[in-house]
């Protein structure tokens, strides 16, 4: 299980309102504290807004996806963003430093990011030594994986809506 607040077993057993939104107080607070500590472009997965925008994950497909671990880990996604319908966010992320794919093998992550079925539910992003972050995502309609990395370049293009549906 790679996630730490969102884990498929709390998304899945969640029954009220207040089961629901009790990882959130947790992990806001974690934000809060590690948000000053992390590169400016990974500002964006713990609620930074990015020219004016919030990056969302929640809802993302996967566009493609290159594992060539341990050089690097390259996920392009497309993002609906919750602010607008009139648009989308292309978003593609290079970790690279030591990467490690964890709680998942290579069949799995192959299995989930070519699934079309596959959108990404929650992300967790967390420093786990010097120089050393962890990027976890919680998918449906099944799994969950992490990134251990030790630096990511991050890109995003603004795109109409009508590209993303077609």
Not at 64 to 85: L, M, R, V, Y
Not at 138 to 163: C, I, N, Q, Y
Request: hydrophobic content about 35%.
């Amino acid at each position: 299980m790679a996630m730490k607040w969102f884990s498929n077993a709390w998304y899945h057993g969640v029954k009220t309102e207040e089961e629901f939104e009790w990882p959130y107080k947790f992990y806001l607070e974690h934000c809060s504290h590690t948000t000053p500590l992390v590169p400016e472009n990974l500002r964006r997965f713990l609620g930074e807004q990015v020219n004016g925008r919030h990056t969302w994950i929640h809802d993302a497909t996967v566009v493609e996806w290159e594992d060539s671990s341990p050089d690097a880990f390259t996920i392009t996604w497309d993002c609906p963003h919750e602010q607008t319908e009139d648009d989308f966010e292309r978003l593609t992320v290079v970790y690279s430093g030591n990467v490690e794919l964890f709680d998942v093998d290579s069949d799995q992550i192959a299995t989930w990011l070519n699934d079309p079925e596959t959108e990404f539910i929650f992300d967790e992003l967390e420093i786990v030594g010097e120089d050393r972050f962890e990027h976890r995502h919680l998918m449906l309609p099944k799994g969950d994986f992490g990134v251990r990395f030790s630096t990511a370049s991050v890109t995003s293009e603004l795109l109409p809506w009508h590209r993303y549906s077609t």
